[in-house]
């Protein structure tokens, strides 16, 4: 098969377990006795090599390669080659990447790198295990013992170091044949197989099992040789890596070993040799790794590191209880230790523990409390207090409260809160009891105390928390606005509290009440200025407050402005203002505040008083509030007169300068005050000549009034005249009717005989043979009683019933006036003139006119009674049966039935 290796012995083959297939074996390594690698291929189709190339020659030592294995790694696009070969005394790495031949370039420019043992054994071996088609640790049966190591062949660290082959093998050690038997001696082992755990050393007759971490031998395994059969000793053995299969073989027979849950014990192993970490790795259960971090702890309780020591025992469960552990920490004064273990236990507890977990955290919580305390009487008073701040400067110190801290939070919901504040407050340690407060939103605790401490910012961060009932807002808010009005203010403005500012009046009062420096603003005038202007509030209490307090400043403009604001002017419904009007007069009126008295009295209605206070201040001010009367002449009248007195009576001028002054004041009121109204309030003693120019002025004014009503009475004559000849026109109209003209409504001649009809027939006698008409100026032409048929039907229920009220009356007072009254007709009107405006109508003839104003007024088919028809229905309620009458093809009344005709 391998022709071009004829001559040669093959000793040893590597193959590439990662690619290969059924049809195309990849690179194959060839090792042979004389000490040269081969590199060839074989396809399945050709039976024979594809290629031999030659890798790699011992020319210095030439011995026999006696086991050769080849892993290939992929790292991307890279092809990583590792390769191990061993001869009876050396061993041999190679590693590269590329391909096989550019490896073994590498290396045949100087001596390779081997790894020499002294001695040989005629039977040395080189063997491997490893998991899905991958090695992963190796065996070499040298001459002085079985040297062996782990692979390491896919961290990129590995694959960094390509020459360097220590990165690749790791845990390397050699294992000496005298430890593999008890009596003297070194006999040497005839093979060797390699396992997980376990070499499977064959020495003569015998297969020794020896622990590989260990190096003990756990299990020996006689071979019982037939002697039939002429086979003297047995020969090796073999091991198939991917199957996991071992075997042992003479020259007759072979031997399958079987491996059965070889590292169940493996845990133990490595705790006697105290390497907690594997130990931990091969563990089974809660047991076996309990026993290791008991061993863990012991060991680090007899060195003395008892944190550490309490670490472990906390991931115990079933080894030692916990009152036990907890006694060696206070047997050695290990408050500190016995603290670890405390919060490490709570990390390994359930949610079932729920009364241990509370027990412990309060343990731990008071360990803490009492190291706190030990470092503050440890620290030396003079360096490490700081005066001003009551601090420790101990680093220990801080940390161990910035820890104690971040364990409240953590344990918030599994301390007792009762029993935790009571702890706390115990030990003095305040800041620590209000952070906890934090925790548990103990928002009132936490705001009594930062109250008494004068940090309103703190109480006000505390207070923006959605979580915090708005009953704390008012509870708190005298204090808070006292410590610092501004930020409280800003703090109850701001944007998500939904404050009712009548539950703040008590603390806005209080505030108010005390003394303030001048240039100081009013937080309270600003906050209620704010729920005013902004959130329209009408609460009249928050409104008389602000106004209180705008009427105890010494100025005026604030409290002006908010009386002429009027906040609830244009509004649908409600007042002008909110304020109690009576209540803001006597405040302002305590407080001098006689300019917004004045425009009190006038919101008020009291215009007299306005304006008598007015002129105790200003005259400019008192003619503002009698010219605001408009709707009351008179009033307006007497109010400018009163203004008229004081600048008459209280001028200081000459007699000259006061005539002056009140004509021009005469010329303010704009027509209003005469001047023989003013001229009461002069001195009997005044002579007329200075009043010349106004009494003629007056005179004139008179004359051209008289001139007006003169020309008003003509136009009034002219008019009465007017609407005489009207009536007049009005008594003589009339309509021709034509001989065929027809009635609207019946469809008969308006002119064809006919008797009385309906009421008008009883109401009164007819010489005339035609019946009662009426005739509008649209030509439209109706019978009296079709027409009032036709306007009873078609108007409204309430009309209607007038109608019919009118025709009762007409019937019972045409009964008594049939006698002398029987030729006039109920609809077409009366004969004789009638004086409307001497009211000498009859009882009848006022009925007669209501009568003909309801039915007559306008003509049904073109005045108001069609337009209103337009909404109606085609069809009335009355007028269903009509039309169900008309319906095709139902089982109902009316219904057309089907009729069959036969053709003769």
Same mark, same amino acid.
């Given at each position: 098969?391998?022709?071009?290796?004829?001559?040669?012995?093959?000793?040893?083959?590597?193959?590439?377990?990662?690619?290969?297939?059924?049809?195309?074996?990849?690179?194959?390594?060839?090792?042979?006795?004389?000490?040269?690698?081969?590199?060839?291929?074989?396809?399945?189709?050709?039976?024979?090599?594809?290629?031999?190339?030659?890798?790699?020659?011992?020319?210095?030592?030439?011995?026999?390669?006696?086991?050769?294995?080849?892993?290939?790694?992929?790292?991307?696009?890279?092809?990583?080659?590792?390769?191990?070969?061993?001869?009876?005394?050396?061993?041999?790495?190679?590693?590269?990447?590329?391909?096989?031949?550019?490896?073994?370039?590498?290396?045949?420019?100087?001596?390779?790198?081997?790894?020499?043992? @002294?001695?040989?054994?005629?039977?040395?071996?080189?063997?491997?295990?490893?998991?899905?088609?991958?090695?992963?640790?190796?065996?070499?049966?040298?001459?002085?013992?079985?040297?062996?190591?782990?692979?390491? #062949?896919?961290?990129?660290?590995?694959?960094?170091?390509?020459?360097?082959?220590?990165?690749?093998?790791?845990?390397?050690?050699?294992?000496?044949?005298?430890?593999?038997?008890?009596?003297?001696?070194?006999?040497?082992?005839?093979?060797?197989?390699?396992?997980?755990?376990?070499?499977?050393?064959?020495?003569? $007759?015998?297969?020794?099992?020896? $622990?590989?971490?260990?190096?003990?031998?756990?299990?020996?395994?006689?071979? /019982?040789?037939?002697? /039939?059969?002429?086979?003297?000793?047995?020969?090796?053995?073999?091991?198939?890596?991917?199957?996991?299969?071992?075997?042992?073989?003479?020259?007759?027979?072979? &031997?399958?070993?079987?491996?059965?849950?070889?590292?169940? /014990?493996?845990?133990?192993?490595?705790?006697?040799?105290?390497?907690?970490?594997?130990?931990?790795?091969?563990?089974?259960?809660?047991?076996?790794?309990?026993?290791?971090?008991?061993?863990?702890?012991?060991?680090?309780?007899?060195?003395?590191?008892?944190?550490?020591?309490?670490?472990?025992?906390?991931?115990?469960?079933?080894?030692?209880?916990?009152?036990?552990?907890?006694?060696?920490?206070?047997?050695?004064?290990?408050?500190?230790?016995?603290?670890?273990?405390?919060?490490?236990?709570? /990390?390994?507890?359930?949610?079932?523990?729920?009364?241990?977990?509370?027990?412990?955290?309060?343990?731990?919580?008071?360990?803490?409390?009492?190291?706190?305390?030990?470092?503050?009487?440890?620290?030396?008073?003079?360096?490490?207090?700081?005066?001003?701040?009551?601090?420790?400067?101990?680093?220990?110190?801080? !940390?161990?409260?910035?820890?104690?801290?971040?364990?409240?939070?953590?344990?918030?919901?599994?301390?007792?809160?009762?029993?935790?504040?009571?702890?706390?407050?115990?030990?003095?340690?305040?800041?620590?009891?209000?952070?906890?407060?934090?925790?548990?939103?103990?928002?009132?605790?936490?705001?009594?105390?930062?109250?008494?401490?004068?940090?309103?910012?703190?109480?006000?961060?505390?207070?923006?928390?959605?979580?915090?009932?708005?009953?704390?807002? &008012?509870?708190?808010?005298?204090?808070?606005?006292?410590?610092?009005?501004?930020?409280?203010?800003?703090?109850?403005? !701001?944007?998500?509290?939904?404050?009712?500012?009548?539950?703040?009046?008590?603390?806005?009062?209080?505030?108010?009440?005390?003394?303030?420096?001048?240039?100081?603003?009013?937080?309270?005038?600003?906050?209620?200025?704010?729920?005013?202007?902004?959130?329209?509030?009408?609460?009249?209490?928050?409104?008389? #407050?602000?106004?209180?307090?705008?009427?105890?400043?010494?100025?005026?403009?604030?409290?002006?402005?908010?009386?002429?604001?009027?906040?609830?002017?244009?509004?649908?419904?409600?007042?002008?203002?909110?304020?109690?009007?009576?209540?803001?007069?006597?405040?302002?009126?305590?407080?001098?505040?006689?300019?917004?008295?004045?425009?009190?009295?006038?919101?008020?209605?009291?215009?007299?008083?306005?304006?008598?206070?007015?002129?105790?201040?200003?005259?400019?001010?008192?003619?503002?509030?009698?010219?605001?009367?408009?709707?009351?002449?008179?009033?307006?009248?007497?109010?400018?007169?009163?203004?008229?007195?004081?600048?008459?009576?209280?001028?200081?001028?000459?007699?000259?300068?006061?005539?002056?002054?009140?004509?021009?004041?005469?010329?303010?009121?704009?027509?209003?005050?005469?001047?023989?109204?003013?001229?009461?309030?002069?001195?009997?003693?005044?002579?007329?000549?200075?009043?010349?120019?106004?009494?003629?002025?007056? #005179?004139?004014?008179?004359?051209?009034?008289?001139?007006?009503?003169?020309?008003?009475?003509?136009?009034?004559?002219?008019?009465?005249?007017?609407?005489?000849?009207?009536?007049?026109?009005?008594?003589?109209?009339?309509?021709?009717?034509?001989?065929?003209?027809?009635?609207?409504?019946?469809?008969?001649?308006?002119?064809?005989?006919?008797?009385?009809?309906?009421?008008?027939?009883?109401?009164?006698?007819?010489?005339?043979?035609?019946?009662?008409?009426?005739?509008? @100026?649209?030509?439209?032409?109706?019978?009296?009683?079709?027409?009032?048929?036709?306007?009873?039907?078609?108007?409204?229920?309430?009309?209607?019933?007038?109608?019919?009220?009118?025709?009762?009356?007409?019937?019972?007072?045409?009964?008594?006036?049939?006698?002398?009254?029987?030729?006039?007709?109920?609809?077409?009107?009366?004969?004789?003139?009638?004086?409307?405006?001497?009211?000498?109508?009859?009882?009848?003839?006022?009925?007669?006119?209501?009568?003909?104003?309801?039915?007559?007024?306008?003509?049904?088919?073109?005045?108001?009674?069609?337009?209103?028809?337009?909404?109606?229905?085609?069809?009335?309620?009355?007028?269903?049966?009509?039309?169900?009458?008309?319906?095709?093809?139902?089982?109902?009344?009316?219904?057309?039935? !089907?009729?069959?005709?036969?053709?003769?």
């Amino acid at each position: 098969m391998f022709s071009r290796l004829k001559g040669s012995t093959v000793s040893s083959v590597a193959w590439n377990r990662a690619q290969i297939n059924e049809a195309f074996t990849r690179e194959v390594i060839v090792g042979t006795t004389s000490g040269q690698l081969y590199e060839t291929a074989v396809e399945e189709k050709d039976k024979k090599e594809k290629f031999c190339k030659l890798l790699f020659e011992l020319s210095e030592v030439p011995e026999p390669f006696i086991g050769v294995q080849m892993e290939v790694v992929n790292l991307g696009s890279t092809t990583r080659y590792f390769v191990m070969a061993a001869t009876p005394s050396r061993l041999y790495i190679f590693q590269g990447t590329g391909s096989l031949e550019a490896v073994f370039k590498a290396y045949s420019e100087g001596p390779p790198h081997f790894t020499e043992l @002294p001695g040989a054994i005629p039977n040395s071996e080189l063997q491997f295990y490893g998991k899905q088609r991958r090695a992963e640790r190796f065996a070499w049966l040298a001459g002085p013992g079985i040297y062996h190591g782990h692979l390491n #062949l896919g961290t990129t660290q590995s694959a960094n170091h390509t020459h360097d082959e220590e990165s690749n093998v790791e845990h390397k050690w050699l294992l000496e044949y005298s430890k593999l038997i008890d009596g003297p001696g070194t006999p040497k082992p005839l093979s060797l197989a390699l396992s997980e755990y376990h070499f499977l050393v064959l020495m003569n $007759n015998v297969l020794k099992i020896v $622990n590989r971490v260990s190096q003990k031998v756990v299990e020996e395994q006689r071979f /019982d040789l037939r002697s /039939d059969l002429g086979s003297p000793t047995m020969l090796g053995l073999c091991s198939d890596m991917a199957g996991g299969a071992y075997y042992a073989y003479d020259e007759n027979s072979i &031997y399958e070993i079987t491996v059965q849950d070889e590292g169940r /014990d493996m845990w133990q192993v490595y705790l006697g040799l105290k390497e907690y970490t594997a130990a931990l790795e091969a563990c089974r259960d809660l047991a076996q790794r309990d026993s290791v971090y008991a061993a863990q702890a012991e060991a680090a309780f007899e060195v003395k590191d008892y944190e550490r020591a309490g670490s472990f025992w906390a991931k115990t469960a079933t080894v030692s209880t916990f009152e036990e552990i907890a006694l060696k920490f206070v047997t050695v004064g290990e408050q500190d230790a016995l603290r670890t273990y405390l919060l490490r236990k709570l /990390d390994f507890l359930g949610k079932e523990d729920r009364s241990q977990i509370t027990m412990i955290a309060t343990w731990a919580a008071e360990l803490y409390l009492d190291k706190i305390n030990r470092l503050l009487l440890d620290v030396d008073d003079e360096k490490e207090v700081d005066e001003n701040e009551g601090s420790i400067g101990n680093s220990e110190y801080h !940390s161990t409260v910035r820890e104690f801290r971040a364990f409240l939070s953590d344990c918030k919901d599994v301390l007792d809160e009762a029993t935790t504040v009571k702890l706390l407050g115990s030990y003095g340690r305040v800041e620590e009891l209000v952070y906890y407060a934090g925790l548990k939103e103990q928002y009132e605790t936490l705001l009594h105390h930062f109250v008494q401490q004068g940090e309103a910012k703190k109480a006000l961060a505390v207070l923006r928390k959605p979580s915090v009932s708005p009953e704390l807002q &008012y509870k708190f808010a005298p204090a808070l606005i006292m410590l610092d009005p501004h930020e409280t203010v800003d703090s109850w403005t !701001s944007t998500g509290l939904n404050l009712n500012p009548r539950q703040l009046i008590p603390a806005l009062m209080r505030y108010s009440s005390e003394r303030r420096p001048r240039d100081e603003p009013n937080a309270a005038i600003r906050y209620l200025e704010y729920c005013i202007v902004r959130q329209q509030n009408q609460d009249s209490a928050v409104h008389n #407050l602000l106004l209180s307090l705008y009427a105890k400043q010494p100025e005026d403009t604030a409290l002006l402005r908010f009386l002429e604001a009027r906040y609830g002017k244009g509004r649908m419904e409600g007042p002008d203002y909110f304020y109690d009007p009576k209540y803001a007069l006597r405040l302002c009126l305590e407080q001098k505040q006689m300019r917004a008295c004045v425009y009190i009295y006038g919101m008020m209605g009291m215009h007299e008083e306005a304006v008598a206070l007015a002129l105790q201040l200003d005259p400019e001010m008192a003619k503002v509030e009698a010219d605001k009367v408009e709707d009351n002449e008179e009033l307006r009248k007497k109010l400018w007169l009163m203004v008229a007195r004081h600048v008459i009576q209280q001028g200081k001028a000459t007699k000259g300068e006061n005539i002056r002054k009140a004509i021009a004041f005469l010329k303010e009121t704009d027509g209003l005050l005469k001047i023989e109204d003013i001229l009461p309030f002069f001195p009997d003693f005044s002579l007329i000549d200075d009043f010349k120019e106004a009494i003629c002025a007056s #005179l004139e004014d008179y004359n051209r009034q008289i001139e007006e009503l003169k020309r008003d009475m003509n136009d009034a004559t002219h008019g009465a005249e007017n609407i005489r000849s009207d009536i007049t026109a009005l008594s003589q109209r009339y309509a021709v009717v034509k001989r065929d003209e027809t009635c609207k409504v019946c469809g008969q001649r308006i002119l064809a005989s006919k008797g009385a009809q309906g009421a008008a027939g009883v109401a009164r006698s007819y010489t005339s043979l035609v019946a009662p008409f009426y005739v509008f @100026p649209c030509e439209h032409a109706f019978h009296a009683q079709c027409l009032t048929d036709y306007v009873l039907q078609h108007t409204d229920k309430s009309e209607q019933e007038r109608i019919r009220g009118l025709l009762r009356q007409i019937t019972s007072l045409g009964f008594k006036e049939a006698s002398s009254r029987s030729s006039k007709s109920v609809y077409n009107g009366h004969d004789e003139e009638v004086d409307t405006a001497n009211g000498n109508m009859s009882p009848m003839d006022k009925v007669r006119a209501q009568i003909d104003d309801a039915v007559a007024g306008e003509c049904p088919f073109c005045g108001e009674l069609m337009i209103k028809e337009i909404a109606e229905a085609f069809i009335s309620s009355e007028e269903t049966d009509v039309v169900s009458s008309w319906s095709i093809g139902g089982a109902g009344t009316g219904s057309i039935s !089907s009729v069959e005709y036969g053709l003769a």
